[in-house]
């Protein structure tokens, strides 16, 4: 999944990434949504995602080929429902944070932690933020543990998005090996 609050950049990491033409549910802005999104921060955003956004990507990884299935979610609150059927069967997500709006990102955190899903922290860096700052630093103000991944990229850009997915499989592989270790089974 690709997570997080409302203009981070979900649809756009999707549709850089996507190795098909990503479905996207996206509508214009209306003046009376405006009640309830508030655009600051993201003033000049003009559409939003209403249900998902849809793309895949494949890796191959010494003769094995993975086919990940990428699901972007709504941000806006009222719509957050979706997720509890986007989040089945997922390996793990994407939280994307904003560091205009770090605040946005918590309620992801918080739906993620809750169900034990592993989860990578996307910091999108936008063009227009006044301040640049290090994984570490948005680690701290985030107050995260050393075990989940603050990893900065560009939304805009295929390969920093792959590089995203790519710490996610990671750590959803890690996180699968340790709930085997603690069975007793086998890795």
């Known amino acids: 999944m690709v997570t997080g609050g409302f203009g981070v950049g979900k649809t756009t990491m999707v549709g850089s990434v996507s190795e098909i033409e990503p479905l996207t549910t996206e509508v214009p802005l209306t003046y009376a949504s405006s009640e309830i999104d508030s ?20 890796f191959d ?23 509890d059927d986007l989040v089945l069967g997922a390996a793990g997500a994407v939280v994307l944070a904003d560091t205009r709006k770090l605040a946005d990102a918590f309620p992801a955190l918080d739906y993620f932690e809750r169900r034990q899903i592993p989860f990578v922290v996307g910091v999108n860096r936008f063009a227009d933020s006044l301040h640049t700052y290090t994984a570490e630093e948005v680690r701290q103000a985030m107050e ?13 850009d295929a390969t920093s998005s792959a590089h995203v997915l790519i710490t996610l499989i990671a750590t959803a592989l890690d996180a699968a090996r340790s709930r085997l270790a603690s069975r007793g089974a086998p890795l």
């Open 144 to 156: 995260l543990p050393d075990a989940v991944p603050v990893v900065l990229f560009d939304a805009r």
């Open 61 to 83: 990884d010494g003769g094995a080929r993975f086919e990940l299935y990428l699901f972007g979610t709504p941000g806006q609150e009222r719509f957050w429902f979706s997720w």
């Open 39 to 58: 655009l600051a921060g993201v003033e000049g955003k003009t559409t939003t995602t209403v249900g998902m956004d849809f793309g895949k990507v494949c």
